[in-house]
């Protein structure tokens, strides 16, 4: 089975500063995914950034990254000189290669506010 | 502007009726999918299509019919929806449906209300 931990219900973060929003996961899958997405209050689900389980180095995507510690198995998203537009709520979720095909499984999320 | 189109954006129903939602890509993603989204809360998984075939549904309630006329086209289709069924109804897509390397397209989503 797997598990994704947002342990910050929500977050608040000054406009043009850099947050991390905190995700922890568990499976026994020896390869996997970890993605976030973001959710404004319009409803659609954005995909930001992927890491793969064997991938080196963290990942980047603009002004987001991956902050990737695969033993202490945690994906932490970096959100770097935040925006207005960054207010929205924030999944964690991940897919793992032994997982019943096209399961995602998808922590409860953490909402940000910046604030200007 | 999203790649996934979803209609309606909003959708208001009684118990008795029969609606569709649809769902469109032309990013000629094989795996499509159907999920429920209350306030707050995660998204929960309904249906999964791959390859244009139903491979995994969690045990939804009959009252929620999904089709893939196509692999670029899914519908869900309802009847005799209850009051605890609106939510936020949300289409993905991605390339494949097992790899674990490929994140979701969402659609913008259907509002569902059941009066």
């Known amino acids: 089975a797997q598990k994704i931990t947002q342990t910050q219900p929500g977050m608040f973060v000054q406009e043009k500063e850099a947050v991390t929003l905190d995700c922890t996961y568990d499976?026994?899958?020896?390869?996997?995914?970890l993605f976030w997405y973001k959710q404004p209050s319009s409803g659609e689900m954005i995909f930001l950034i992927y890491?793969?389980?064997?991938?080196?180095q963290n990942a980047t995507e603009g002004r987001y990254s991956l902050n990737f510690q695969k033993a202490r198995k945690s994906a932490n998203l970096v959100i770097s000189a935040s925006q207005l537009g960054d207010s929205a709520m924030y999944f964690c979720a991940m897919r793992g290669i032994n997982t019943n095909a096209g399961k995602s499984t998808f922590g409860d999320g953490t909402t940000l506010t910046v604030k200007p | 502007d999203t790649e996934v189109t979803q209609t309606p954006k909003h959708l208001v129903m009684g118990m008795t009726n029969k609606k569709s939602l649809k769902c469109e890509q032309h990013m000629g993603h094989r795996a499509m999918y159907w999920y429920k989204q209350k306030a707050k809360k995660p998204p929960e998984l309904m249906f999964v299509y791959s390859y244009e075939k139903l491979s995994i549904n969690e045990s939804v309630p009959s009252r929620f019919s999904p089709e893939c006329p196509n692999s670029s086209l899914l519908n869900l289709h309802l009847h005799a929806l209850q009051p605890e069924d609106s939510a936020l109804y949300l289409c993905a897509s991605s390339q494949e449906g097992t790899e674990v390397y490929y994140g979701y397209t969402f659609g913008s989503g259907t509002r569902l209300t059941v009066v």
């Open positions: 890491q793969g389980s064997y991938d080196q």
């Open positions: 499976t026994s899958d020896p390869s996997y995914g």
